[in-house]
C-alpha cells in the first residue's frame, strides 16, 4: 500500500482545511486507516481513525469535536477535515494505514504504511 497525502498549508486560528490521502492497491476497503501528526520536538500522536467497515471512527483528546476523518472506498481517499484549527494544532500531518479488519489504529505500532506528511502551519 502506498499512501499519498495533500492538503497541508498555512492557515489563520480558527480556519479550516482538509488533508486527502489516496492510497494505493486493491486491500484498501479492508484496511483501517488514520491520521497522525507530528510537532518539532514532539512525538508523533494519534489523531484520528475510520475502521475498513467506516462504522467506527476515533480521535485524539484534542481534537474536541474539530475534526471529521472519513473515507471513500470507492475511490480508495481517506480525509480529515479540520476545523477551529488553533496554533497547537501546527505540525506535520501522515495519512497511515493499519492491518487489514481491524476497528481502529491509535498507535504509531500499530500502523503498517506510511504517507509522506503534509505540513500544517496554523498562524496565531
Known amino acids: 500500500v502506498q499512501l499519498q497525502a495533500s492538503g497541508g498549508g498555512l492557515v489563520q486560528a480558527g480556519g479550516s482545511l482538509r488533508l486527502s490521502c489516496v492510497a494505493s492497491g486493491r486491500t484498501f476497503p479492508m484496511i483501517t486507516m488514520g491520521w497522525f501528526r507530528q510537532a518539532p520536538g514532539k512525538e508523533r500522536e494519534f489523531v484520528a481513525s475510520i475502521s475498513w467497515s467506516e462504522d467506527v471512527t476515533r480521535y485524539g483528546d484534542f481534537v474536541k469535536g474539530r475534526f471529521t476523518i472519513s473515507r471513500d472506498n470507492a475511490k480508495n481517499t481517506v480525509d480529515l477535515q479540520m476545523n477551529s484549527l488553533k496554533p497547537e494544532d501546527t505540525a506535520v500531518y501522515y495519512c497511515?494505514?493499519?492491518?487489514?479488519?481491524?476497528?481502529?489504529?491509535?498507535?504509531?505500532?500499530?500502523?503498517?504504511?506510511w504517507g509522506q506528511g503534509t505540513q500544517v502551519t496554523v498562524s496565531s
Open positions: 497511515a494505514a493499519g492491518p487489514p479488519f481491524r476497528t481502529t489504529v491509535v498507535a504509531t505500532n500499530e500502523v503498517q504504511y
